[in-house]
C-alpha cells in the first residue's frame, strides 16, 4: 500500500526565513511524486512533477527535490503571500490516481 | 478557458437522503476522481474513471457511486447520506500526461444532519 508522510505538521516562518519541508513515501514503482499548494476554501494548486532521484524543479522561491525515499520542498525568502497548505502525493505503477499526505500547513509572518 | 466546475459548493442534507455531488470539466481529459478532504486524513481517494462508462474504486468508496456517461461528467452519488459522510469533497482530472499534474474543482462542502 502506498504512504506519504509529511512533516512538519505546522511550519511558522518570518518573512525571509528559509525553511524545508518533508515529504517521506513507500511506493511501489513510483511513477511520479507531485507537489501541490491548497488556500484555504480552495482546491490544490499544482506545482511540480518529479520522477526520480536526483531531479530538482524550481518555480519562483519554491524549489522542489527528490530522493528514493523522499522529497522536499525548499522556500527561499519566503513571503507571506506563500502562507498556504503544501500538499505531497505520489501515483505508481501504470496508474494515474494520487495518493496524498495529509499537509504542512505554512504560515509566513511579517 | 478549460475549466473544472463543481455543484453545489454548499449543500446541507438529512441522514438517509441520497445526494449528488455534480463534476464537470472542459479540458477534455479522460481521467477524473473524486476527493474528500478531511482534518486528519489528508485528500483521500473515492472512485475514479480513467474513459466513459469507466468506474473504478478507491480506498473510501463504501455509500458512493459514480457514473461516467460521458468525457466532462462525473457526478458523485451518496446513496444514503451519513453524518460520517460530512466533509469537502473535491473533483480532479487530468490528460495523464503527469508533467501537468491534476486540475481540481473548488470543492462541495457537504453537511449531513
Known amino acids: 500500500e502506498d504512504q506519504v508522510t509529511q512533516s512538519p505538521e505546522a511550519l511558522r516562518l518570518q518573512e525571509g526565513e528559509s525553511s524545508s519541508l518533508n515529504c517521506s513515501y513507500t511506493?511501489?514503482?513510483?511513477?511520479?511524486l507531485f507537489w501541490y499548494r491548497q488556500d484555504p476554501g480552495k482546491g490544490p494548486e499544482f506545482l511540480f512533477t518529479l520522477y526520480s532521484a536526483g531531479e530538482e524543479k524550481e518555480k519562483e522561491r519554491l524549489k522542489a527535490t527528490l530522493t528514493k525515499k523522499e522529497s522536499f520542498l525548499h522556500i527561499t525568502a519566503p513571503k507571506p503571500e506563500d502562507s498556504a497548505t503544501y500538499l505531497c502525493a505520489v501515483s505508481a505503477g501504470t496508474a494515474s490516481k494520487l495518493t496524498f499526505g495529509t499537509g504542512t500547513r505554512l504560515q509566513v509572518t511579517l | 478557458d478549460a475549466e473544472i466546475t463543481q455543484s453545489p459548493r454548499h449543500k446541507i442534507t438529512e441522514t438517509g437522503r441520497q445526494v449528488t455531488l455534480a463534476c464537470h470539466q472542459t479540458w477534455n481529459h479522460n481521467n477524473m476522481f473524486w476527493y474528500r478532504q478531511d482534518l486528519g486524513h489528508g485528500l483521500r481517494l473515492i472512485h475514479y474513471?480513467?474513459?466513459?462508462?469507466?468506474?473504478n474504486k478507491g480506498e473510501v468508496s463504501d455509500g458512493y457511486s459514480v457514473s461516467r456517461s460521458n468525457t466532462e461528467d462525473l457526478p458523485l452519488t451518496l446513496e444514503s447520506a451519513a453524518s460520517s459522510q460530512t466533509s469537502v469533497y473535491f473533483c480532479?482530472?487530468?490528460?495523464?500526461?503527469?508533467?501537468?499534474?491534476?486540475?481540481f474543482g473548488s470543492g462541495t462542502r457537504l453537511t449531513v444532519v
Open positions: 474513471s480513467y474513459g466513459v462508462q469507466d468506474t
Open positions: 480532479a482530472s487530468n490528460s495523464g500526461d503527469t508533467n501537468y499534474g491534476y486540475t
Open positions: 511506493v511501489s514503482g513510483l511513477r511520479g
